[in-house]
Nanobody
Framework: RIQLVESGGGSVQAGGSLKLSCVAS??????????MAWFRQAPGKEREMVAV???????TYADFVKGRFTISKDNAKETLYLEMNSLEPEDTAMYYC???????????????WGQGTQVTVSG
């Protein structure tokens, strides 16, 4: 059974940094062979794409990232990362890791999801 488990969320001051991790299990070379993404959802808002990492390394970022976030992966560790710098209060949300067999910017397309990790930015 495929599972995605996020970690690394927390509370930080505006301008601070966090690095989220998502460990995949239950599949074979999942992080290597699946399209991986980070989404986020703030209270009262729809889930939105943050970053997508395709199997061949192409990355896509939401406009609001503005060069502050970096998506990456470690195939050997079956782990997806999201490094977030210059965090703003508007970045406060639950952050979700997702995986799919094809690339999409829409959350509805993704088949596998983690439980989420909370990011809270104050200031």
């Amino acid at each position: 059974r495929i599972q995605l488990v996020e970690s690394g969320g927390g509370s930080v001051q505006a301008g601070g940094s966090l690095k989220l991790s998502c460990v995949a299990s239950g599949g074979y070379d999942m992080v290597y062979s699946y399209y991986m993404a980070w989404f986020r959802q703030a209270p009262g808002k729809e889930r939105e794409m943050v970053a997508v990492l395709e199997t061949r390394g192409k990355t896509t970022y939401a406009d609001f990232v503005k060069g502050r976030f970096t998506i990456s992966k470690d195939n050997a560790k079956e782990t997806l990362y999201l490094e977030m710098n210059s965090l703003e209060p508007e970045d406060t949300a639950m952050y979700y890791c997702a995986a799919n067999t094809y690339s999409s910017l829409r959350p509805q397309a993704y088949r596998y999801w983690g439980q989420g990790t909370q990011v809270t930015v104050s200031g």
